[in-house]
């Protein structure tokens, strides 16, 4: 269920990954491309500067107390990411802003079920570990609103905060969700969820009328 879980949420990200990278690509290619390799370099720094660059994020069984602290910075920076995500999209327009909202809102679950599933294996009770996935997405909220508005006053920045995204998820998706999710089922099963999830982003891009 965990592999499963990921996978999900790794198709959900690369979907919206794609509908950014469309939306952006329609502008300034450039731009576009310039905020990809920053929105992975921020990525890439984030996780060297946290020591978190080659965490498994799925350790059921991990006793080191740090991980525990270490697993909630993680997904407390990956939610970061994705609120850019969605405050670009918004920016775009508000049909795509939804549908980045609404994919994103719905990869939330997986992710915070992964979250939850090892916290409560290392002792914390249900209802903390519940209320510490939701807390760990706040500042998504927020991020969207910042990056909404900035675009709102500089409209020049958008295709470049539309990169930043394309970047960041991907590059999660590449190192922190499919590497472990590929121990825990069948590569298989793991690339057809990951492509359905992904698949129905796609699909439902084309109906916000972009
Ligand atoms: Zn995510």
Same mark, same amino acid.
């Given at each position: 269920?965990?592999?499963?879980?990921?996978?999900?949420?790794?198709?959900?990200?690369?979907?919206?990954?794609?509908?950014? %990278?469309?939306?952006?690509?329609? &502008?300034?290619? %450039?731009?576009?491309?310039?905020?990809?390799?920053?929105?992975?370099?921020?990525?890439?720094?984030?996780?060297?500067?946290?020591?978190?660059?080659?965490?498994?994020?799925?350790?059921?069984?991990?006793?080191?107390?740090?991980?525990?602290?270490?697993?909630?910075? +993680?997904?407390?920076?990956? !939610?970061?990411?994705?609120?850019?995500?969605?405050?670009?999209?918004?920016?775009?327009?508000?049909?795509? &802003?939804?549908?980045?909202?609404?994919?994103? !809102? /719905?990869?939330?679950?997986?992710?915070?079920?992964?979250?939850?599933?090892?916290?409560?294996?290392?002792?914390?009770?249900?209802?903390?570990?519940? /209320?510490?996935?939701?807390?760990?997405?706040?500042?998504?909220?927020?991020?969207?609103? +910042?990056?909404?508005?900035?675009?709102?006053?500089?409209?020049?920045?958008?295709?470049?905060?539309? &990169?930043?995204?394309?970047?960041?998820?991907?590059?999660?998706?590449? +190192?922190?969700?499919?590497?472990?999710?590929?121990?825990?089922?069948?590569?298989?099963?793991?690339?057809?969820?990951?492509?359905?999830? %992904?698949?129905?982003?796609?699909?439902?891009?084309?109906?916000? &009328?972009?």
């Amino acid at each position: 269920m965990i592999g499963w879980s990921n996978a999900l949420a790794s198709g959900l990200m690369l979907g919206v990954a794609y509908a950014l %990278m469309i939306s952006g690509l329609d &502008g300034s290619a %450039m731009s576009v491309g310039g905020g990809a390799l920053l929105g992975v370099f921020i990525v890439y720094v984030t996780h060297a500067l946290t020591g978190t660059a080659d965490l498994d994020l799925n350790r059921l069984d991990e006793k080191a107390e740090k991980y525990g602290y270490q697993v909630i910075l +993680v997904n407390t920076l990956h !939610a970061a990411h994705e609120g850019v995500a969605i405050g670009a999209a918004m920016a775009v327009s508000l049909p795509l &802003g939804v549908l980045a909202a609404l994919a994103l !809102a /719905v990869h939330n679950i997986p992710e915070a079920t992964i979250l939850s599933a090892v916290l409560t294996n290392r002792g914390v009770r249900l209802r903390d570990a519940a /209320v510490l996935s939701i807390a760990t997405n706040v500042n998504q909220v927020m991020l969207a609103l +910042v990056i909404f508005s900035i675009v709102l006053v500089a409209p020049a920045f958008l295709p470049w905060a539309l &990169g930043y995204a394309v970047g960041a998820l991907i590059y999660l998706v590449m +190192v922190e969700l499919l590497p472990e999710s590929y121990h825990q089922a069948g590569h298989t099963s793991i690339a057809m969820v990951t492509l359905v999830a %992904m698949g129905i982003v796609v699909l439902a891009r084309a109906w916000t &009328g972009h």
